[in-house]
């Protein structure tokens, strides 16, 4: 074993670790460390840590770190690192370790704690957004623990108000995030919930029975309204009126990313003159920015650095489409000069139908100094 292999944990000093993997196993007994080189067998997106005095000669090979010292010195490289840990380590000692490293719930990882005997597997911090619920439960089944999960939405069965539409890449209205909790409170307390979906993906109950009563699914803003919910949660890609903000007084705004953008544009225009014809374009359609999915265009720009770079700063899936694809798109108003130069008879219109399967847009088009461009919302 070489010296870089072995971890000296010292008063005052952050520990130099090896990441490899997602997630961190320690432990720190003769039982815990047998359990956590199972789990390293069937858990392979891990590192596995663990007191020197228990190695097996093994360790370089397998990448496993070895380390001296109180494992508490530990936490302060782990937590930033990793995207959750696996602790096979009594909880109450846990609680104590990690308490001086804890930051919020949106930057802290999963913490789960497994007994010394393998029998409980504790999703102790960061259950719903650090995913450890999630985590608590693929572990416990790999090594026959009983998961144990104390968030209450989760042993309600009901929705996870910071989680709901996660899976779906859906995010929440920033101005939203403030209300997160008292939302959730009225969720948990079985509280009359107006849930409202002009978009997105349909699929979201996670459940194996039915929704409580207390969840009640209306077809539109209005009709929620009219029913003074005590909280509401609101799937929509759409800028609520003045009227409908009533119901965010103790709501939640979720953008599933529903808008697909068609974009065409002569070489060389800037990403500022991008971004903003497709900021104001998406305001006069009173259409949210945080719900674009996609920015479509033809095969020709696949290189134009200003497309490139806005979807690179928002995160979007950056689409082009052959002359040939886009030509198999019917277009309200094909153009023979744009064919002439790039063998299409169009480029946003049809890029955006391709992408979206939309027959009829939201804006078939429209021509803004240098660019065009067309608005589409996935399964309308």
């Not at 409980?120 to 450890?132: Q, T, V």
């Not at 948990?188 to 979906?197: D, L, P, S």
Request: glycine share 8%; aromatic share 8%; hydrophobic share 40%.
């Amino acid at each position: 074993m070489s010296d870089q292999q072995l971890i000296e944990l010292t008063e005052g000093v952050v520990p130099a670790i090896t990441q490899q993997g997602r997630y961190a196993i320690v432990a720190i007994t003769k039982h815990g460390v047998e359990m956590a080189r199972r789990l390293l067998h069937t858990f392979p997106d891990a590192d596995l840590y663990y007191m020197s005095k228990f190695a097996r000669g093994d360790e370089d090979t397998r990448g496993i770190q070895l380390f001296t010292g109180s494992v508490r010195l530990l936490f302060p490289a782990l937590f930033p690192a990793y995207d959750g840990l696996i602790l096979f380590i009594s909880l109450g000692a846990v609680v104590r370790m990690i308490a001086p490293v804890l930051k919020d719930k949106k930057t802290d990882p999963g913490v789960v704690v497994i007994d010394d005997r393998g029998e409980h597997a504790i999703s102790m911090l960061s259950g719903h957004l650090g995913g450890a619920n999630e985590l608590t439960r693929e572990v416990a089944a790999l090594i026959g623990a009983k998961p144990v999960i104390t968030t209450a939405s989760d042993v309600q069965k009901t929705i996870p108000v910071d989680l709901f539409g996660r899976r779906f890449g859906w995010t929440w209205d920033p101005e939203s995030e403030k209300k997160l909790t008292p939302v959730s409170a009225s969720v948990v307390n079985e509280e009359h919930v107006a849930i409202v979906q002009e978009s997105g993906e349909t699929d979201w109950w996670m459940h194996d029975t039915p929704m409580p009563p207390s969840l009640h699914v209306y077809p539109t803003m209005t009709e929620a309204l009219a029913n003074q919910p005590n909280a509401a949660l609101l799937i929509t890609h759409r800028l609520l009126s003045s009227e409908e903000e009533a119901l965010t007084v103790n709501g939640v705004i979720y953008r599933p990313k529903s808008i697909v953008l068609g974009m065409g544009c002569n070489r060389g225009t800037s990403a500022e003159e991008i971004e903003q014809v497709i900021t104001e374009t998406l305001e006069e359609r009173k259409f949210s920015l945080h719900s674009v999915k996609a920015l479509c265009t033809i095969e020709l720009k696949k290189d134009e650095q200003g497309l490139l770079d806005v979807c690179n700063k928002y995160g979007w899936e950056f689409v082009y489409y052959t002359p040939e694809q886009l030509n198999e798109m019917n277009i309200t108003e094909p153009s023979d000069t744009v064919y002439k130069y790039t063998g299409a008879y169009g480029v946003s219109e049809p890029a955006c139908k391709r992408y979206s399967g939309c027959q009829t847009l939201a804006l078939t088009k429209k021509k803004s100094g240098n660019a065009t461009i067309s608005v589409g919302v996935l399964g309308q």
